[in-house]
């Protein structure tokens, strides 16, 4: 059993991620979330998070982090998230609301014990944690980041947004010979799902009629470009700790252009030393199956629990 954290700013994909885990309780002890401003203000993502977590009756420490990139501005993409971050379903407060704590010390006493990171927005965060905590580095047993790319981006030609996002924390997250897992845009194709597989989530059960709406919305970009899928770029981390022997990855060193027109590409060598496990490519249809046991799986235990 791994300890988890989650450090994500949901996001339609982020809450993916995250319903993998929680249909995984033999493999993950989720300690917490911490959230960033990323897709939509931190204070948009958080409120998402709380919600879908109420929505769920599942009871964790949700705290809101950084509202700022370390050096730049946050730009929102209300083109791929809408203006809330998570439209799509229409989701109410409920009793899961926003720990009024301060993100890093909480982090702190999640890292008292070896602990994996699940890093699924800019890793601002993350690399204030580094900065300012240096003591509890030891126990990042592992960071799982999705972001970069190997090839071309999504927000730049040739950038992915997290790391565009704060680029800056990127490279101190990256230099920190911490165990980091890479999954970039190229890897999360391979954790993409058939809009046929979609379209039965919905009204078939609880949960997956929440995931139904969920990716209705975020598959609109690649329907409206007459593609058979969506890539589901989170949950590439989650899928990677569940089924790591589904996915081809290499050791390559990974560095970070800070500033330009290439702002937050990754540069990846593989001819010297490595600090990152860059993973490369994954098994599709295989991971599409476990998605649909997981969505099913948490349907039941929620109807098991009324
Ligand atoms: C990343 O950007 C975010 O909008 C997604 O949630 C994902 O983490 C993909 O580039
Ligand atoms: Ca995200």
């Given at each position: 059993?791994?300890?988890?954290?989650?450090?994500?700013?949901?996001?339609?994909?982020?809450?993916?991620?995250?319903?993998?885990?929680?249909?995984?309780?033999?493999?993950?002890?989720?300690?917490?979330?911490?959230?960033?401003?990323?897709?939509?203000?931190?204070?948009?993502?958080?409120?998402?998070?709380?919600?879908?977590?109420?929505?769920?009756?599942?009871?964790?420490?949700?705290?809101?982090?950084?509202?700022?990139?370390?050096?730049?501005?946050?730009?929102?993409?209300?083109?791929?998230?809408?203006?809330?971050?998570?439209?799509?379903?229409?989701?109410?407060?409920?009793?899961?609301?926003?720990?009024?704590?301060?993100?890093?010390?909480?982090?702190?006493?999640?890292?008292?014990?070896k602990t994996t990171i699940m890093a699924l927005g800019p890793l601002t965060n993350i690399a204030k944690l580094i900065s300012e905590k240096p003591h509890v580095i030891p126990n990042i047993e592992q960071i799982v980041i999705m972001g970069g790319s190997i090839y071309g981006g999504n927000i730049l030609e040739k950038s992915e947004f997290n790391i565009?996002?704060?680029?800056?924390?990127?490279?101190?997250?990256?230099?920190?010979?911490?165990?980091?897992?890479?999954?970039?845009?190229?890897?999360?194709?391979?954790?993409?799902?058939?809009?046929?597989?979609?379209?039965?989530?919905?009204?078939?059960?609880?949960?997956?009629?929440?995931?139904?709406?969920?990716?209705?919305f975020f598959s609109r970009y690649s329907k409206e470009r007459n593609k058979d899928k969506s890539p589901i770029f989170d949950l590439a981390c989650t899928m990677y700790l569940l089924h790591k022997e589904a996915f081809v990855g290499k050791n390559a060193y990974v560095d970070v252009v800070l500033e330009g027109e290439n702002r937050g590409q990754t540069i990846i060598n593989y001819s010297s030393d490595g600090n990152v496990l860059v993973l490369e490519s994954a098994n599709n249809e295989f991971l599409q199956t476990k998605f649909i046991e997981y969505i099913n799986r948490l349907d039941l235990e929620y109807k098991n629990n009324r």
């Open positions: 059993m791994r300890n988890i954290i989650f450090d994500c700013d949901p996001g339609h994909d982020d809450i993916m991620a995250i319903f993998a885990a929680l249909a995984n309780p033999e493999e993950f002890n989720i300690l917490g979330f911490t959230t960033v401003c990323g897709n939509q203000t931190s204070d948009k993502v958080t409120k998402n998070l709380c919600r879908v977590l109420s929505y769920l009756d599942k009871d964790y420490v949700v705290v809101e982090g950084e509202k700022k990139p370390l050096i730049y501005n946050p730009e929102p993409q209300p083109l791929a998230h809408g203006e809330s971050g998570l439209d799509g379903p229409i989701l109410l407060d409920g009793k899961i609301r926003n720990k009024n704590i301060n993100y890093l010390e909480f982090l702190e006493s999640c890292l008292s014990t565009y996002a704060d680029p800056h924390a990127a490279k101190i997250v990256f230099d920190s010979g911490l165990d980091i897992v890479l999954a970039p845009l190229e890897v999360c194709d391979y954790c993409s799902l058939k809009h046929n597989v979609i379209d039965p989530f919905k009204s078939k059960g609880y949960v997956s009629n929440l995931t139904y709406e969920i990716l209705e």
